[in-house]
């Protein structure tokens, strides 16, 4: 099988948005207009097809990226196969807590389209799921949804987005009506307005403007054909000569090159519910966002870590990038990979060049959802799933065995919360550790660890729903019985100060001893940093060969916290002096004289406790604004800033995540249910003292060892 279709008519999306702006009815629609359904599934039904997971259709939310491939003829084309094109959609959850979703998807994706509220406007992980596709400079539309509702309003959205996200927010489109009376919108390129009738707006009519929308029209219209002609110098001169008689092809293809380049970013309007405006959408993903020869090569290095050029060619050596590793119930273990160069044909062999060992791809799968068709072969710029891999998970990279390469990795947030976690039978402790196994190789923020001094389990993850989720997941798709312990807040500690301190390790019991000698000088870190190991030895008084063995010694202690056995982070530790012995140094004494010495610095820089502080956003009416404030300010929270959004009041603070365990409890029953809230993690702060006393008095053995 050949490619199917040429890769200028190839698109590959993400579908990105804060929790319940309607991204998966979005998606539900975009399968149903472009025939790969034939009913329309609602997620509040509990039918959607993206949200294939049982947890997915009982909670209302998206938890695991959704892959499908569609297939869209632009609507004002009237279904010439000519303007036939693909589109390989990802669907991503908006919950903050699955975070890694969309990370790791926009990371392979050329495009996205980014859906809004049309009550809510940008809401919290709006703005989080736009830096990270600014993070990977992921070209984008925007929609907003959602205006049949009470209280959407089309225009206060668009000027949220230019305030809070883009200045070159432009509209495509303008809604004719508000509310309940929204029945279509104006279409700004071609001036028409547009009807969708049929039982589920299927059927695209056009027709004149009302006179009363216009003046509005005309003016938004004059808006974008200046933005458009800015961005182009050939369309500029004709505009200030006085020439805007510009063609709707003309138009479209300077806006397209606008919005690859991300000089523009187009706003179109609807209601996906509704069944309006999903159609003129899809257009603009055909007309407007990158195909895989739009998207700049993609570097690679080599084994030797020199710069390699990768293109999107099927003649190019293969190269892919695993960005997803499921559990199917059918298939087994599910690798999603987008191609960048080359081709790929089952039966044949690849090198995982992070792992230096080779796979057999014994299938090539195109995803519909959860279901799936295979295929022979596929190539650059596309996306598809293979079965039966051994040693590949989430950041490898697939490559020609001849021309290895590595592609750049996904980098994932460290967990913020932890769970002890014990099987009911012996019977369940065996099956407890394939389910562990297999849901830590499919998601990279569910960390497990042991504690070495209980030998207790510990799961962590990004929040209390996500971890939920994962132990109700063992539950019912490994049959796992467990007992769960009360979550934890993952602490770390770090420095204030700078110290020097020497470790020296001598043994000597007959025979070959043991030498190892080393000075370390440690120094704080602005927060978020890391750790940082320098090498400063000159002359030659550590050998070279020791100084690696130094440096894991160092980094073995940072698990060791010295108040609280919390891991220490935020620091630069020097390597400076030291000594060794012909006969009696190793590595070993080396690692453990490293050690000796980081811990005798660390207890003289005077080493703190830091905890998570959370970025919350409560929305509430005015009666509960009081109570709601004094509880934050009870959770030694602090209030950065107090908004207005449709008669409800916005709170917007900073809060220790130690303090917000049950908070969704809480804030019903004194809200009488009606605040709701979102919450995600803003950074580490230090703890205050009395606080820090009290977390090391209760300290019981190590969690996150």
Known sequence: MSQEYPLEKVRNIGIIAHIDAGKTTTSERILFYTGLS???????????????????????????????TCFWTTSYRNGDQNFKYKINVIDTPGHIDFTAEVQRSLRVLDGAVVVFDGVAGVEPQSETVWRQADKYSVPRICFVNKLDRMGADFEKDLQMIRERLTPNAVALTLPIGKEANFEGVIDLIRMKKVNFNGEHGEIIA???????????????HDELVEKISSEDDALMERYLNGDTNFTEEELRASLRKSVIAYKIVPVVCGSAFKNKGVQLMLDAVVDLLPSPL??????????????????????????????????????????????????????????????NSQERISRILRMFSNKRE????????????????????????????????????????????????????????????????????????????????????????????HLDVLVDRMKREFNVELNVGKPQVAY???????????????????GKGQYGHVWLKLEPLERGKGFEFVNQ???????????????????????RGILANYPISDLKVTLFDGSFHEVDSSDFAFKIAASMAFQDAAKKAQPVILEPIMKLEVTVPENFLGDVIGDINSKRGRIEEMGERMGLRIVDALVPLGEMFGYATNLRSFTEGRGTFNMEFHSYQEVPRNISEEIISKRKPTVEK
């Not at 596929?378 to 051994?390: C, F, M, R, S």
């Open 38 to 68: 034939h009913k329309i599934g609602e997620v509040h039904e509990g039918a959607a097809i993206m949200d294939w997971m049982e947890q997915e259709r009982e909670r209302g939310i998206t938890i695991t990226s959704a892959a499908t």
């Open 206 to 220: 056009l027709s004149d403007i009302p006179e009363d929308m216009l003046p509005t029209a005309q003016a938004r």
């Open 294 to 355: 739009d998207v700049e090569s993609i570097e690679a290095e080599n084994l030797k870590g020199e710069k390699v050029i990768r293109k999107a060619d099927a003649k190019e050596p293969f190269a892919a990038l695993v960005f997803k590793v499921a559990t199917d119930p059918y298939v087994g273990t599910l690798a999603y990979f987008r191609v960048y160069s080359g081709k790929l044909t089952k039966g044949s062999y690849v090198l995982n060049s992070n792992k």
């Open 374 to 465: 295979d295929i022979d072969d596929i190539e650059a710029g596309d996306i598809a799933a293979t079965v039966g891999l051994k040693d590949t998970k989430t950041g490898d990279t697939l490559c020609d065995i001849d021309n290895p390469v590595i592609l750049e990795n996904i980098t994932f947030p460290d967990p913020v919360i932890w769970l002890r976690i014990e099987p009911k039978t012996k019977n369940d402790q065996d099956k407890m550790g394939e389910a562990l196994r297999k849901l830590a190789d499919e998601d990279p923020t569910f960390k497990v660890k042991t504690d070495q001094e209980t030998n207790d389990t510990v799961i962590g993850g990004m929040g209390e729903l």
């Open 492 to 510: 770390r500690e770090t420095i204030n100060g700078s110290s020097e301190a020497e470790g020296k390790y001598i043994r000597q019991s007959g």
């Open 537 to 559: 030895i000159k002359g030659g008084v550590i050998p070279q060969e020791f100084i690696s063995s130094v440096e894991k010694g160092t980094k073995e202690a940072l698990d």
